[in-house]
């Protein structure tokens, strides 16, 4: 029998260094016929939920990637999530751009996580300076949290969902990837940085070799303002998603993102 890893409090890592964002001329996609991405298997095993998760992560990512750090079009490749249009980069093909492909390192670092069931929590930071996750303008923060019967069952067991299950799942998970959409601010930001911060939970090893990790807090916005905030199910995970940005001085709001 496997050795279950040891049980530990939450740890928070961070991915060394990070990108830079500066506006730039958007190039026009590639022409193709946009393939199902999201709803390929219904999540009826902890070992498909996963896969998932992880789906629903990059096509919130690559939102952000396209809206607010202006990765150029044709580092995405269009998709359909249900009966939406989504826009996603690309872990496996690199470009050559620097931070295009710095963010697709860190995307398969995160699937593996995701896979093994490790992950808790990601961040991207957008901020000035070389470590925009200590005063962030914007933060958007991805939770993943299993739920019992996932802690329960063999990965490769399979359950039932009626068909009003299913329909429900889908309306939450494209209601969620819509308030990405049209919530998040349409003006790339100039001139900043990014980083990403992900948070373990306690099924992860006592100690994982991560490259590019080093430990850090957890982001907090100075007079956060929600930008959104939504959340959707399957049987074996639940996720949540959730955007701030920093207030100007006279405003009211938390220092964190509420509830991370």
């Known amino acids: 029998m496997e050795k279950m890893p040891k049980k530990r409090a939450e740890k928070r890592i961070n991915f060394a260094g990070g990108g830079t964002s500066t506006a730039q001329m958007i190039r026009p996609s590639k022409q193709e016929t946009a393939k199902e991405f999201l709803f390929q298997k219904t999540p009826t095993s902890v070992y498909v939920s996963r896969r998932f998760v992880k789906k ?3 096509i919130g990512i690559s939102e952000v990637c396209r ?3 202006a990765f150029a079009e044709d580092e995405f490749t269009s998709r359909t999530a249900g009966d939406m249009k989504v826009q ?3 872990p496996f ?3 050559g751009n620097d931070n295009a492909d710095s963010m697709k390192g860190w995307l398969r670092t995160i699937f593996n996580l995701a896979e093994k069931g490790w992950l808790s929590k990601v961040f ?3 901020g000035k300076g070389n470590a925009p996750e200590k005063k962030p303008l914007e ?3 991805f ?3 299993e739920t019992d019967i996932c802690k329960e069952m063999d990965e490769h067991a399979v359950i039932d969902l009626t068909e009003d299950e299913d329909a429900q799942l889908r309306n939450e998970a494209e209601d969620l990837l819509q308030g990405i959409k049209k919530k998040i601010p349409k003006t790339p930001l100039d001139d900043v940085k990014f980083s990403i911060q992900v948070v373990l939970n306690d099924q992860a090893p006592e100690k994982l070799d991560l490259e590019d990790f080093h430990s850090s807090r957890q982001p907090e916005v100075k007079r ?3 930008l959104f905030e939504r959340g959707c199910k399957t049987p074996f995970h639940k996720i949540r998603t959730i955007g701030v940005q920093a207030g100007k001085k006279e405003d009211d709001g938390d220092s964190s993102p509420s509830g991370w």
Request: aromatic share 4%; net charge positive.
């Open 93 to 95: 093909e690199e470009s």
């Open 139 to 141: 933060v958007y923060g």
């Open 124 to 126: 991207i930071c957008i």
């Open 56 to 58: 629903m992560l990059v």
């Open 67 to 69: 809206q607010r750090l």
């Open 143 to 145: 939770g993943i949290k």
């Open 88 to 90: 996603v980069l690309n």
């Open 224 to 226: 956060a303002r929600t």
